[in-house]
């Protein structure tokens, strides 16, 4: 493959406690044989460096925004890509502009995201680089589609959603899809609506590229059944946990450990004591990928009650874990969980049918390892990172050699 082999991977900040698929998936892709470098527009904060993962990673990782503080750098930039190729230059210009979303201040942005572009794109040109990819698809995606207009290095990203999907004529979805060179899209309901804010000329470059894990991690994570809840999560109104706290309120035997942290944290911690849960309910803050997958063994059921998702990583940890698991029906969640078989889905925001979801599973432990083994099963099967990264793989090389691959997702997987 030569230097197909040399990509980069580009997000607003990494590497982020909340985001460790995206370290899992840069080191397979690593292992596959692909020469990886990390972008990051801004620089993480020490919070989020809650392991030796993260801390290597940090340590690795370009900063575009810190790099384009330097003003004679930033000018160089420009400079060199003006002389080189003036078309190009201003083709770059030109769609940040175009695809301004209107108003003084969105033409600020865009005119930034110009301004970091060069740099990214100078960056890239010095690590010999040949596509990059990135992650999120919001103002990060942004840069990429000006960098590419601005060098000619192609690039594609992961699409998540669910808060893009709210705003996409803003983020211009329309246009990153257009530009790019294919779309991963984390499951079908993701891939449906990137259909639905994009030309049909595109739709055979939306691919479906799972979010993964390594199943292995969790081999001898054996489940007894219990009472014992865990929620890992962004503690932000959109998780639902005020929910959650309410639904334990009248179920004494419940008890709740929270890893995450967010700027709901506050509240939350009141709101436990306001409802007399200050002995039951654990705040514990950020955790590494290890500390997450012990938690995981030391509770035996997961709850995850959020109104907006794209398909948590975190329930396929908690389903390779063997553990049952109660969330929400809502976007591409029932194409991971399969209710009443792997776990208990739930109407989002229904506080009485959380409370029923919790009742039936801790008074069953027989059916929470029920439960879990087929969580685990499921997880092995679809949403492995011994398969994904190497369909992603297939991909890159498969576009950077003009010979995409035709299906939504590799023939094994819809046998």
Not at 153 to 172: E, K, N, Q
Not at 188 to 211: D, E, G, T, Y
Not at 349 to 373: C, I, R, Y
């Amino acid at each position: 493959m030569g230097d197909l082999n040399r990509i980069a991977y580009l997000t607003g900040e990494y590497p982020r406690a909340t985001d460790t698929f995206i370290q899992r998936e840069v080191a397979a892709l690593r292992d596959l044989g692909h020469h990886v470098e990390t972008c990051s527009i801004r620089q993480t904060g020490v919070e989020h460096l809650v392991g030796e993962e993260q801390r290597t990673e940090a340590a690795r990782t370009f900063y575009v925004l810190k790099a384009a503080k330097a003003p004679l750098h930033l000018l160089k930039c420009h400079w060199n890509f003006l002389r080189e190729n003036p078309s190009r230059y201003f083709k770059s210009l030109k769609l940040a502009l175009q695809t301004n979303p209107g108003g003084p201040k969105s033409t600020f942005y865009q005119l930034f995201y110009f301004a970091e572009a060069a740099v990214l794109g100078d960056y890239l040109r010095r690590q010999n680089i040949t596509h990059l990819h990135n992650h999120i698809a919001k103002s990060s995606c942004s840069v990429a589609m000006l960098m590419s207009e601005m060098t000619g290095i192609p690039y594609s990203f992961t699409l998540h959603g669910p808060d893009i999907f709210f705003a996409p004529d803003h983020w211009r979805l329309d246009k990153k899809i257009e530009k790019a060179s294919f779309v991963a899209c984390i499951s079908h309901f993701c891939r449906s609506q990137a259909m639905s804010f994009s030309n049909p000329a595109h739709w055979n470059k939306l691919h479906i590229v799972h979010c993964a894990i390594d199943p292995d991690r969790y081999d001898d994570a054996s489940n007894k059944g219990g009472k014992r809840l865990l929620f890992v999560g962004r503690l932000a109104a959109v998780k639902g946990l005020p929910i959650l706290l309410n639904a334990m309120a009248d179920q004494p035997d419940l008890s709740l450990t929270v890893i995450g942290d967010g700027p709901d944290r506050a509240a939350l911690e009141q709101q436990s004591a306001d409802l007399g849960l200050a002995s039951r309910v654990t705040f514990a803050g950020y955790k590494s990928q290890s500390e997450v997958a012990t938690a995981l063994t030391e509770h035996d059921i997961f709850v995850l009650p959020s109104f907006a998702e794209g398909v948590p990583v975190v329930l396929m940890e908690a389903m390779a874990a063997a553990r049952p698991v109660i969330t929400t029906q809502i976007a591409g969640i029932p194409e991971l969980v399969t209710h009443e078989a792997s776990g208990i889905l739930i109407p989002p925001g229904d506080e009485t049918a959380l409370k029923t979801a919790l009742k039936s599973l801790a008074d069953n432990p027989e059916k929470q390892v029920q439960m879990g083994q087929t969580g685990r099963a499921k997880v092995v099967a679809e949403f492995n990172l011994n398969h994904e990264p190497a369909w992603l793989s297939q991909l890159l090389t498969g576009y950077a050699n003009d010979t995409p691959p035709q299906s939504i997702r590799p023939p094994e997987a819809s046998k």
